[in-house]
T-cell receptor
């Protein structure tokens, strides 16, 4: 079963408007972390924002914020005042704590990504 | 500005040839990941290392792929013999995992084409 689901293969937004990219996750682990990465056409992967499962507040980093709804198991990325340079693929990922025997042996589990196009 | 460095950036090779991809993780990072990205499969974890020890390589075809960390500044991913289906972008990422969450910093990738 998919652990990370990004239901929007592609999204479009007008420059300067806000856009929300959806991400839902599936885990029974009470301790986990959620990540968003951006991949522009140049191919590199750029870390954007992190949310821990025990964090009391939603994470924010500049124009990026994470709408974390734990009960719904969703971690949507909100980009405010979108810019042309925001056009890229966006990936949601999760790391589970893995239980007592996992130690630090935790992997990132990735969604398939959402392609965002910002229109001028 | 610390970053993960991957070489080569592009590689075109003939089927059956050996391919070696190299990665220099960020100094001080204790975890190195190898990923493969294709249009069909998305981002797949091939292997990862913690303090140079391989922790999980279950995502890697063992018969032809091998990953090593000969020292803390170098990780290698080798394919021998290469096949056209290995054509993909291969990413190396490093991170400092001490507990809780931490970001993985990615290199720019090696775009491999096997003809």
């Amino acid at each position: 079963a998919q652990k990370i689901t990004q239901t929007q293969p592609g999204m479009f937004v007008q420059e300067k408007e806000a856009v929300t990219l959806d991400c839902t996750y599936d885990t029974s682990d009470p301790s986990y972390g959620l990540f968003w990465y951006k991949q522009p056409s140049s191919g590199e992967m750029i870390f954007l924002i992190y949310q821990g499962s025990y964090d009391q507040q939603n994470a924010t980093e500049g124009r990026y914020s994470l709408n974390f709804q734990k009960a719904r198991k969703s971690a949507n990325l909100v980009i405010s005042a979108s810019q042309l340079g925001d056009s890229a693929m966006y990936f949601c990922a999760m790391r589970e704590a893995g239980g007592l025997n996992a130690g630090n042996n935790r992997k990132l589990i990735w969604g398939l990504g959402t392609s965002l196009a910002v229109n001028p | 500005d610390a970053r993960v460095t991957q070489t080569p950036r592009h590689k075109v090779t003939e089927m059956g040839q050996e391919v070696t991809m190299r990665c220099q993780p960020i100094l001080g990072h204790n975890t190195v990941f190898w990923y493969r990205q294709t249009m069909m499969q998305g981002l797949e974890l091939l292997a990862y290392f913690r303090n140079r020890a391989p922790l999980d390589d279950s995502g890697m075809p063992k018969d032809r792929f091998s990953a090593e960390m000969p020292d803390a500044t170098l990780a290698t991913l080798k394919i021998q013999p290469s096949e056209p289906r290995d054509s993909a972008v291969y990413f190396c990422a490093s991170g400092l995992v001490q507990g809780g969450g931490t970001e993985a910093f990615f290199g720019q990738g090696t775009r491999l084409t096997v003809v």
